[in-house]
């Protein structure tokens, strides 16, 4: 357990549903970034926070994708209208600027579309 | 081509073996980072590099700067070391970028 937790673990939808994916950092940690994973492959940067501040979305982050961190605490990740090719691993990770800049990872929580 | 490239993709080894695992960038980083994979999606953070070598255990983890290659080595193999091992070059504000990792399968 690294102290990064998100939730769901497992999220089975419809496509043209919405689904929101939640992470919670380190408690002491200012940079969240998302991160996806499809089958096979290493994992892809999406979006990153420092505090609640969004500074960095990738091209992957179509329109359909938004992320929030409110309070600079925990995150949450939306995906409007999912299409099958959303199906894939959703990795959450934490770190601090102040530390070693580790990035601690979550369990990830895995998508399936039908 | 890719930014981070590893091999082998698959590598199968009996215990005891003597393990390595290559990592190549073609980007600008300000560190490489290797993490371990279990079944399941848990990933762990294994080092972190800007320069020379780092061991930890059984692990051992080398970077040469100008050629922009990464090693990972692994003494004493055990089947407990099964994973996949992943590289990952750090960019600008930490971004990682991640090579598609190496399934690494030990046996007795």
């Known amino acids: 357990d690294t102290g990064v937790s998100q939730d769901p673990r497992h999220k089975i939808t419809k496509r043209g549903q919405n689904v929101t994916f939640r992470c919670d950092p380190i408690?002491?940690?200012?940079?969240l970034y998302w991160y996806r994973q499809t089958l096979g492959q290493g994992p892809e940067f999406l979006t990153y926070?420092?505090?609640?501040?969004?500074?960095?979305k990738s091209r992957l982050l179509s329109d359909r994708f938004s992320a929030e961190r409110p309070k600079g605490s925990f995150s949450t990740l939306e995906i409007q209208r999912t299409e099958q090719g959303d199906s894939a691993m959703y990795l959450c990770?934490?770190?601090?600027?102040?530390?070693?800049?580790?990035?601690?990872f979550g369990p990830g929580t895995r998508l399936t579309v039908l | 081509k890719n930014e981070v490239e590893q091999s082998p993709q698959n590598l199968t080894a009996q215990e005891g073996e003597f393990i390595t695992i290559n990592c190549s960038y073609s980007?600008?980083?300000?560190?490489l980072h290797w993490l371990q994979q279990h079944p399941g999606g848990g990933i762990v953070s294994l080092f972190m590099?800007?320069?020379g070598k780092k061991k930890h255990g059984r692990l051992i983890a080398t970077i040469n700067i100008q050629e922009k290659h990464s090693s990972l080595h692994i003494t004493a193999s055990h089947p407990r070391d099964s994973a996949v091992y992943i590289c990952?070059?750090?960019?600008?504000?930490?971004?990682?970028?991640f090579g598609t990792g190496t399934r690494l399968q030990v046996t007795l």
């Open positions: 926070f420092q505090n609640e501040a969004q500074l960095e």
């Open positions: 980007v600008g980083i300000s560190a």
């Open positions: 590099l800007s320069s």
């Open positions: 990770a934490s770190s601090s600027r102040n530390r070693d800049d580790t990035q601690y």
């Open positions: 408690s002491e940690h200012n940079r």
């Open positions: 990952a070059g750090e960019g600008t504000a930490s971004k990682l970028t």
